[in-house]
């Protein structure tokens, strides 16, 4: 795209609940507001559940070296207004052009917002929930969310169908924007030694998740898998890679009294957060994902670059993502025994386990790249300018 006939710039404001250390929407979200071109943007990135912890501070090393402003909004309660009240008159103070919200809550906050600054264009974006059950947030998106956005981004065609069959979102407020992810570190550890660190055989077959421990990931689904499994593999290694989700702090525990019930306690491994999932995935012969629900996971995407073939349940964005029968294998959520079948005759195969895994390396590239969620979220925020001011594609910061 031609660089603007002024030198004035989009200011952009990202609102979102965390920093993007953990967390796909979080991540996609920090992503966004360091890759926006700086020629044509100012970047600010708001996040509204802020606390400066030393885990965070190489994160804001790199917004600092991108250009990319921040505010944190340190919140001592949900119930806490006067930081919304000061993140207000400073977004009238440095005349943000565009609002762009990721989540639920921090969606809600944006469509308050929005128009008390005022904002000329406010961007809403969903990264995943079930579209069951909770009307009241189906209410919210619909009533009051929707009204407001200029553009509701969904992150997979199956999101943006329910949003418009279920939640009565009008179809012309809504996009669909596939998040994707920066070239990952290429491990350049032996994945043997990975596995002997890990405690784990030589030859025996790994599967691994990386994902936060909540509720919806189902990870019981994939001990009971792993049960199963153990009949024809009984050396076979479960990694679960993810610390526990701060919403849902009684998770882990329970988890462990499922793996302790199972007696699958000498396959599966939880490793916690950790800075080394590169090497993690390569050491896995299959990535694995067995959630309820889902949006545009980037773990898969990480599988994928990593060549691994991948089995995950088929809702959400992940039909998008994998070519069932091609990159990996896709199966009901909540059925053990058709996800234990479907790793198996993976494992079985090794041929077309590699097939597979290079398949799936060459189609996150094609479709599943950071740089191409951003220049598409840029061309949205220009087309939008323009329609609601009438004008050129020219901020009102510099």
Wanted: charged share 30%.
């Amino acid at each position: 795209m031609p660089p603007p006939t002024s030198n004035k710039r989009l200011h952009v404001l990202t609102l979102v609940d965390g920093i993007g250390t953990y967390g796909g929407a979080e991540t996609t979200a920090r992503d966004i507001a360091q890759g926006l071109d700086p020629e044509r943007f100012r970047s600010t990135l708001c996040v509204t559940r802020w606390e400066p912890l030393p885990e965070f501070q190489a994160a804001r090393d790199e917004l600092d070296a991108a250009g990319v402003g921040f505010i944190g909004l340190e919140r001592k309660s949900r119930f806490d207004l006067a930081p919304w009240r000061r993140l207000t008159a400073h977004m009238r103070e440095n005349e943000v052009d565009v609002l762009h919200s990721h989540k639920f809550g921090s969606n809600v906050w944006g469509a308050l917002l929005a128009p008390r600054v005022p904002v000329p264009v406010f961007v809403a974006h969903e990264h995943t929930w079930s579209y069951e059950g909770n009307r009241l947030r189906v209410l919210l998106d619909r009533r009051l969310i929707a009204r407001r956005a200029d553009a509701f981004i969904a992150v997979s065609e199956e999101d943006r169908r329910r949003m418009i069959e279920v939640e009565g979102i009008p179809e012309e407020k809504t996009r669909f924007i596939a998040s994707g992810i920066v070239d990952p570190t290429v491990s350049t550890n032996d994945p043997a030694s990975v596995r002997r660190d890990l405690g784990i055989s030589n030859g025996a077959p790994v599967i691994g998740v990386v994902a936060t421990l909540r509720s919806q990931k189902a990870l019981d689904v994939l001990f009971r898998a792993a049960a199963l499994l153990r009949e024809e593999f009984p050396d076979l290694a479960v990694l679960v890679a993810g610390g526990p989700d701060p919403k849902e702090p009684d998770e882990e525990g329970r988890l462990e009294a499922v793996v302790r019930d199972l007696d699958v306690g000498g396959s599966v491994r939880f490793l916690g957060r950790r800075d080394d999932v590169p090497d993690l995935v390569a050491a896995m012969d299959i990535g694995v994902l067995s959630s309820d629900y889902e949006g545009c996971p980037l773990s898969v995407m990480e599988y994928m670059e990593a060549g691994k073939p991948v089995v995950a349940t088929a809702v959400g964005g992940l039909a998008d993502i994998v070519d069932d029968g091609t990159t990996g294998l896709l199966v009901p959520p909540q059925d053990p025994q058709a996800f234990a079948a479907a790793v198996a005759t993976i494992l079985r195969d090794g041929p077309r386990a590699r097939a597979m895994g290079e398949a799936g390396r060459a189609r996150r590239r094609d479709r599943f790249d950071i740089e191409r969620t951003i220049r598409q979220v840029e061309d949205l925020y220009e087309a939008l300018h323009r329609e609601k001011t009438g004008g050129p594609d020219e901020g009102r910061g510099r």
